[in-house]
C-alpha cells in the first residue's frame, strides 16, 4: 500500500489546494461545455432502437419456451435481463428524462417487475460508490470479504460506512477464498445475481428504504413489483411451465449466468475529478459493439458525469481526454481482453500476498515467535 501511494504521489497532480482548486476550476468548466453542447440531452431515438431489441429477445425467449426448447428459452430470457437492465441504470440516474418520478417508475417497471432487483437498492448503492469509488471502507460495490480482496486494506478487516459499520472480518474462510479468487472470478461473477436478489430484499425490508414525503411510495410500490416478478418467474415459469426439477434448476442456472458480463464490466470500473479518473478506466470498443456494454465501458466519462445519458458518452470522451491531458491526470483506456488481465492481475496480486501472509503465520508459529515487538 505505500508503494502504490508513493507512486499515485508520483503520478498524478499535486494535492496541494492551488492544484486542486485549478482542476476542479477546469473540471467545472468542461461541466458548463458538456451542458451548452447538449450531451445531457437524451436521444430517445437510441431507446427506440434498444426496446426493438428488448421485444426482439423477449419474444425468442416466448417462442423457444413454446416449443419446449427450454434451455434456449433461458439463454434468450438471460439476454433480455442483461440488454434490459442497462435502460434501468439510466433511469437511476435519472438520465432519461430527468424527472424523479417518470424515471422511479421506468426503473422499477424494468428492475423490479421485469428483473426482480431493486431499483432503490441499486440507487442507494450505486450513488455511493460513485461518491466514493473503490475505497474499501465505503464502497459497497468492491466490499466482497471473503470471498474477494481488492487490496491489502482488507487483511485487518474494515468496518463498512454503507451496511452501519458491519465489519467484514477477516478469518480463516478469506484466507482460503482470497487465495484462489484470481480462478474463482469469473465463476462467482456468473452467480453473482442471486446475492442481488438477496440484497434488494434486505433493502426493503430495511429502514434504509424508507422515504419520506413525496417519495414515500417507492417502497410499497417496489415490493408490488419485485412480488409479480416472483410469481411470475417462480410460479408461472419456473413452477407451471418447465416440467422437471432438473430442467428448472437448469433454466435457472443458464438464464442467470448469460448475465454475468454485466457484472464482469462494473468490476471493470481526492477532489471529484481527480479521485474518479484515478480509480476507473474506460475499455475500449468499436462502436458497433456498443450495445453489448451499453454504452458503460466509457466509466471514466461515466463517473465524472453520471447523468448524461449513456449514449453520449462516446461523443463526450474526446473532452475528458483533452480535460485530462490539461490537468495531468492519466486517462485510462484498455481493451476488453487488457482490462480482464488486469484485474485477474491485481487479485492475484493480493491472493499472492495473503499467501504470503499465511506462510508467514505458520512459520511465527512453529518458532514460537509472535512478531510483537
Not at 434456449?72 to 434501468?88: E, K, N, P, Y
Not at 462467482?188 to 442471486?194: D, H, K, Q, S, T
Not at 479518473?277 to 461515466?302: C, E, K, N, S
Not at 488486469?342 to 508467514?360: D, T, Y
Amino acid at each position: 500500500m505505500q508503494k502504490e501511494l508513493l507512486n499515485d504521489l508520483r503520478d498524478y497532480p499535486s494535492l496541494s489546494p492551488e492544484t486542486q482548486r485549478s482542476i476542479t476550476r477546469k473540471y467545472q468548466q468542461l461541466h458548463q461545455t458538456a451542458k451548452d453542447e447538449g450531451f445531457y440531452d437524451c436521444p430517445y431515438i437510441e431507446y427506440g432502437k434498444e426496446i426493438a431489441r428488448y421485444s426482439t429477445l423477449f419474444a425468442l425467449f416466448i417462442v423457444a419456451l413454446r416449443a419446449e426448447w427450454y434451455i434456449t428459452s433461458a439463454v434468450f430470457l438471460g439476454l433480455f435481463w442483461h440488454q434490459v437492465m442497462f435502460t434501468a441504470h439510466d433511469a437511476g440516474h435519472m438520465a432519461i428524462t430527468h424527472n424523479f418520478v417518470t424515471d422511479s417508475l421506468i426503473g422499477m417497471f424494468i428492475a423490479d417487475f421485469c428483473c426482480g432487483l431493486s431499483i432503490g437498492w441499486w440507487k442507494s448503492s450505486h450513488n455511493v460508490h460513485h461518491l466514493v469509488t473503490n475505497h474499501p471502507e465505503h464502497d459497497p460495490d468492491i466490499q466482497n470479504v471473503p470471498l474477494f480482496a481488492t487490496c491489502p486494506a482488507y487483511f485487518k478487516s474494515i468496518s463498512s460506512s454503507y451496511y452501519d459499520g458491519f465489519t467484514f472480518a477477516w478469518d480463516s474462510a478469506a484466507d482460503f477464498a482470497v487465495r484462489y479468487q484470481q480462478y474463482t472470478y469469473y465463476p462467482v461473477m456468473g452467480l453473482a445475481r442471486f446475492n442481488l436478489y438477496i440484497l434488494s430484499w434486505g433493502h426493503l425490508l430495511s429502514r434504509r428504504s424508507v422515504n419520506l414525503g413525496a417519495a414515500s411510495w417507492t417502497r410499497p410500490t417496489e415490493i408490488a413489483f419485485m412480488a409479480c416478478y416472483w410469481f411470475l418467474f417462480g410460479y408461472l415459469l419456473l413452477w407451471r411451465s418447465i416440467p422437471t426439477w432438473s430442467l428448472r434448476v437448469a433454466f435457472v442456472l443458464v438464464s442467470h449466468v448469460i448475465t454475468a458480463p454485466l457484472h464482469v464490466q462494473i468490476s471493470l470500473s481526492q477532489p471529484f475529478p481527480q479521485r474518479q479518473l484515478r480509480t476507473t478506466m474506460d475499455v475500449a470498443y468499436p462502436r458497433w459493439l456498443d450495445f453489448i456494454h451499453g454504452g458503460l465501458q466509457f466509466q471514466a466519462v461515466h463517473h465524472l458525469f453520471p447523468r448524461v445519458p449513456r449514449h453520449n458518452l462516446r461523443r463526450l470522451q474526446p473532452l475528458v481526454r483533452a480535460f485530462c491531458k490539461d490537468v495531468g491526470i492519466e486517462y485510462k483506456i484498455l481493451g476488453f481482453v487488457d482490462g480482464n488481465k488486469e484485474v485477474l492481475g491485481r487479485l492475484g496480486e493480493v491472493a499472492g500476498q495473503v499467501e504470503m501472509l499465511i506462510k508467514c503465520q505458520k512459520f511465527m508459529a512453529e518458532i514460537g515467535e509472535s512478531g510483537l515487538h
